[in-house]
């Protein structure tokens, strides 16, 4: 079982639709990261987190210690918003999740 | 700041042949990290440095392959000899501390060993 787990793995929505995307981990962490990467290959930061929420325009990111789980939320999705999500977990280095792709049509 | 520096972006070469990679972290950053990502693996930590001594080589896949901090600003990542199984990208990555820093992560470089 792997350490990091993200659901789903792939991901359809119309734009403007809400979106979800779930990590659940099984080690103790300091923090945990939701990371972008797009079709073009760059890997972005969005959240680090180690409890409560975090918002940052049309991303939220919430953590959940007690469940080792957290969400990442898009509201009003956008074609742009297409990419993969990265959910990663910070012990003395970054575990990572298999990630989820998301695509988000017009 | 430029962010982190990765150099080459694609690397092309031969079965056999020595490949080094190159990355430059940013200014003040105490930690570099090594990333592999692959289709099949996805991302893994192949090495992280601390104030340029290495920490943490584990996931080094074998003896092929060697990493290297000689100062605060310049790290390589290097493979002798080279397999087609190397074949993907490798990512550098800079932060203020693993525990408790957001990473800033290079463009990578996309290797393809023939």
């Known amino acids: 079982k792997n350490e990091v787990e993200q659901s789903p793995q792939n991901l359809t929505a119309q734009e403007g639709e809400f979106i979800t995307i779930n990590c659940s981990y099984s080690v103790g962490i300091s923090a945990l990261h939701w990371l972008q990467q797009h079709p073009g290959g760059g890997i972005v930061s969005l959240f680090m987190l180690s409890s409560g929420k975090k918002k940052h325009g049309r991303l939220i990111a919430t953590i959940n210690i007690q469940e080792k789980h957290s969400s990442l939320h898009i509201t009003a999705s956008h074609p742009r918003d297409s990419a993969v999500y990265i959910c990663?977990?910070?012990?003395?280095?970054?575990?990572f999740g298999t990630g989820t792709r998301l695509q988000v049509f017009p | 700041d430029a962010g982190v520096i990765q150099s080459p972006r694609h690397e092309v070469t031969e079965m056999g042949q020595e490949v080094t990679l190159r990355c430059k972290p940013i200014s003040g950053h105490d930690y570099l990290f090594w990333y592999r990502q692959t289709m099949m693996r996805g991302l893994e930590l192949l090495i992280y440095f601390n104030n340029n001594v290495p920490i943490d080589d584990s996931g080094m896949p074998e003896d092929r392959f060697s990493a290297k901090m000689p100062n605060a600003s310049f790290s390589t990542l290097k493979i002798q000899p080279s397999e087609p199984r190397d074949s993907a990208v490798y990512f550098c990555?800079?932060?203020?501390?693993?525990?408790?820093?957001?990473?800033?992560f290079g463009p990578g470089t996309r290797l393809t060993v023939l």
């Open positions: 990555a800079s932060s203020l501390g693993p525990g408790a820093g957001e990473q800033f």
């Open positions: 990663a977990v910070n012990t003395d280095k970054l575990i």
